[in-house]
């Protein structure tokens, strides 16, 4: 199975965020509207639903295309990832007037490492595993 080659591989870093906002999607659902807990998240749900995944998958493709030149582990590679969705998302919000709380700040310090610590084990054991899956050399 060595065609599409790419082709596989985006679809192996599809994965991993689709499956994680649909239960994100589905949690603020019935949180807005089983309970009636007010989460304005309509205006900013767009960008990681649609760009994300999307994102996960170009950034595998780049890994497999790049790894002969670039020896970096798989885990390393996806935790440079947040680095360049974070300001995207920060500009998104701010082009929606999305408000931000105030502890947000705060909690960046200790929210940024955690966040690349989540990517580094997400791309270092499930993006890895489905890159075996599709057989992906």
């Given at each position: 199975?060595?065609?599409?080659?790419?082709?596989?591989a985006?679809?192996?870093g599809?994965v991993?965020?689709?499956v994680?906002?649909l239960?994100?999607?589905?949690?603020?659902?019935?949180?807005?509207?089983?309970?009636?807990?007010?989460?304005p998240?309509?205006?900013?749900i767009?960008?990681?639903?649609?760009?994300?995944?999307?994102?996960?998958?170009?950034?595998?493709?780049?890994?497999?295309?790049?790894?002969?030149?670039?020896?970096?582990?798989?885990?390393?590679?996806?935790?440079?990832?947040?680095?360049?969705?974070?300001?995207?998302?920060?500009?998104?919000a701010?082009?929606?007037n999305?408000?931000?709380?105030?502890?947000?700040?705060?909690?960046?310090?200790?929210?940024?490492?955690?966040?690349?610590?989540?990517?580094?084990?997400?791309w270092?054991?499930?993006?890895?595993f489905?890159?075996?899956?599709?057989?992906?050399?």
């Amino acid at each position: 199975m060595n065609q599409h080659t790419y082709l596989r591989a985006y679809m192996a870093g599809i994965v991993v965020p689709t499956v994680f906002l649909l239960v994100v999607a589905t949690v603020f659902t019935m949180a807005r509207y089983v309970y009636n807990i007010p989460l304005p998240v309509e205006r900013v749900i767009v960008f990681p639903m649609a760009f994300v995944p999307n994102a996960w998958g170009l950034w595998n493709v780049l890994f497999v295309a790049l790894r002969s030149r670039l020896q970096l582990s798989i885990g390393l590679w996806g935790a440079l990832l947040p680095i360049l969705l974070a300001p995207l998302g920060i500009v998104v919000a701010s082009l929606l007037n999305f408000s931000v709380p105030g502890f947000a700040a705060h909690a960046f310090f200790i929210a940024a490492p955690v966040g690349l610590l989540v990517y580094y084990f997400a791309w270092k054991y499930l993006v890895a595993f489905l890159n075996r899956v599709q057989e992906i050399p």
